[in-house]
């Protein structure tokens, strides 16, 4: 059982910047790959970025690439997403999310992102 708690969001001009945080319980943080998703009213969660357990393979959706980054501290049981140079587009409610198997297993409450132009 993992939980996990977002914090970081905010409200930023378009062109700024946010690093998001996601805590995890547990002692088992390490074995999980993780990532980060999006949501809008009225539109689907979105995959954002995800990590693998280790650290060492990233993947983002590409409206991002160039100006997001995932990381994670094993040893603080925390991933990071930083974004750099946001857009209105970016604005939604961001959940990290923790996969063990096949599928995110594991959700936070989310944090709200919001871009003003």
């Known amino acids: 059982q993992v939980q996990l708690v977002e914090s970081g969001g905010g409200l930023v001009q378009a062109g700024g910047s946010l690093r998001l945080s996601c805590a995890a319980s547990?002692?088992?943080?390490?074995?999980?790959?993780m990532g980060w998703f999006r949501q809008v009213p009225g539109k689907e969660r979105e995959f954002v970025a995800a990590?693998?357990?280790?650290?060492?393979?990233?993947y983002f959706t590409n409206s991002v690439k160039g100006r997001f980054t995932i990381s994670r501290d094993n040893a603080k049981n925390t991933v990071y997403l930083q974004m750099n140079s946001l857009k209105p587009e970016d604005t939604g409610v961001y959940y990290c999310?923790?996969?063990?198997?096949?599928?995110?297993?594991?959700w936070g409450q989310g944090t709200q992102v919001t871009v003003s132009s």
């Open positions: 999310a923790a996969k063990h198997t096949a599928s995110y297993d594991f």
């Open positions: 547990g002692r088992t943080f390490s074995s999980y790959d």
């Open positions: 990590i693998t357990w280790s650290g060492g393979a990233t």
